[in-house]
């Protein structure tokens, strides 16, 4: 702890002694007014379900009011509203979009230290509810729109911002505007939530992460079927027994291990900061030259980190099981959920025909509750990851930028699939441990972070957006 506050300090020192182009650095009041938004939207409770976003778009719709921004107002649902606004540019390229979502996951039943609902500062933490998933990137976001707007710089291309709802129960916000009023967030680039500046052991930034790729999603019905009647005279193969053989082999399928371009980005830029075996290893996967053929040993080494092996293959877990209705009576079948979590270029039915080739039983079958197809990903390099390069080493000089791979879902894989490159990012620098924090009890942000993360946004927003 004191030695994550002391190096928390020093990287305050570092943001606040860059030479930096004057209208990057931002001031006392914008960060001021970041916690401001803050602790207003934290308050305004915006729980999913039931959201109530229109409590924070309305202070929201306040601030563009005052800075003569032009917005519109999207309800999607009786209380809950999207906000969307857009600074003109003039050039070629399409706009980039400033995503963040203004729902936040409930507190029930959890026992925080302080009102989930109240923005508090302790130990040199700003926590609350949202704090970082996703209010503080939405009010960084919201800070750099402004800041834009109020400089006047030249734009090369337009700069949206949108501000949505239900990111945390299936992104109804974003899908009723992408449904319904395309031409507002009509983006050619967007960042988003989903990755984040992190810092490591010793409170220095350690690596700034850049997501580029999002697993699917797919649960799994596995059911079995045998014959009924009374337990006493029990056949060899009653449903319970058959499901149970069944999820053992589910538990014991080996998904094949593959490289995407944005694992072998990963750990071609992640060996040079490792070392021994590990490295050896991660040098020894980027050099195969077949993506699906990947050294076993450099595999060994690697997958002692089960967040690796979720990164290299599609994982399948039983979550939920069901069968039989009394004690003496043998049930005609019994029902397990799967959820796969499958990498990014295989498709939903290709995973069902593995779990089928595994079970090898036609007592048991294999259905798909919904397949979203094949979700699309955004470019390792390009523009944003130049931008991003660009920021890093103004910002923490030496420190890698890592294109990630989330495990779980954001609102990119709408985006995406509408055809908008969209990166996740988190400009609110934090450890690992406390981004774990979202979703749970005690939800911070290091309050010393708040000013590097405005500058890191209106760096970036500059690189993007801002005419040379
Ligand atoms: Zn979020």
Redesign the pocket.
């Known amino acids: 702890m004191t030695l994550r506050i002391a190096a928390l300090c020093c990287a305050g020192l570092l943001y606040s002694g860059l030479s930096a182009p004057a209208k990057a650095v931002p001031n006392e009041q914008q960060i001021a007014n970041v916690r401001r938004s803050l602790s207003d939207w934290i308050k305004a409770d915006t729980s999913n379900p039931p959201g109530n976003e229109a409590r924070v778009v309305k202070a929201i719709a306040a601030r563009l009011q005052q800075a003569k921004i032009p917005y519109e107002i999207v309800a999607f649902a009786p209380g809950r509203e999207n906000i969307v606004a857009r600074l003109k540019g003039s050039g070629p390229d399409k706009p980039l979009l400033l995503l ?2 203004v729902d ?2 409930g507190t029930k039943d959890q026992a925080w230290t302080s009102p989930p609902h109240v923005l508090t500062e302790q130990d040199g933490y700003l926590v609350g509810r949202g704090v970082s ?2 209010l503080g ?1 939405a009010a960084i976001n919201l800070e750099v729109f402004l800041a834009l707007k109020a400089d006047r710089k030249p734009l090369r291309r337009d700069v949206i911002l949108a501000l949505t709802g239900d ?2 129960s299936g992104g109804a916000g974003i899908r009723f505007l992408l449904d319904k009023h395309p031409q507002l967030i009509d983006a050619g680039i967007a960042l988003n ?2 990755a984040s500046v992190t810092l490591g052991e010793d409170g220095k930034v350690a690596y700034v992460g850049m997501q580029t790729a999002e697993k699917n999603y797919a649960d799994f019905t596995v059911t079995a079927t045998g014959p009924t009647g009374h337990s006493s005279v029990p056949p060899v193969d009653t449903a319970i027994f058959t499901l149970a053989k069944a999820l053992v082999k589910i538990n014991e399928v080996a998904m094949p291990a593959h490289l995407l371009p944005v694992t072998r980005a990963y750990f071609t830029e992640q060996a040079a900061f490792t070392s021994g075996e590990e490295q050896a290893a991660m040098q020894a996967l980027v050099a195969a030259t077949d993506d699906h053929q990947l050294p076993e040993a450099a595999l060994a080494v690697l997958e002692k980190d089960p967040i690796t092996k979720a990164n290299l293959r599609t994982t399948c877990v039983a979550t939920l099981i069901s069968g039989g209705t009394k004690e003496n009576a043998l049930p005609p079948s019994a029902t397990a959920m799967i959820n796969c979590r499958i990498l990014p270029d295989e498709t939903v039915d290709e995973v069902r025909r593995r779990l089928v080739s595994a079970i090898a039983n036609p007592a048991v079958s294999v259905n798909v509750i919904h397949d979203y197809g094949v979700p699309k990903t955004s470019p390792v390099d390009g523009e944003v990851a130049v931008a991003l390069r660009a920021v890093t080493k103004q910002l923490y000089p030496g420190v890698p930028l890592l294109p990630v791979m989330s495990r779980g879902a ?2 990119s894989r709408y985006l995406r699939r509408a055809g908008i490159l969209a990166y996740g990012i988190g400009p609110i620098a934090m450890s690992e441990l406390d981004g774990k924090r ?1 979703h749970g009890i005690n939800e911070r942000i290091p309050a010393a972070s708040i000013g590097p993360g405005l500058e890191f946004m209106l760096r970036l927003v500059d690189h993007l957006a801002v005419a040379r």
């Open positions: 963040a979502h936040v996951v998933d996703d990137m990111e945390e939530e989903g954001t609102d979202a």
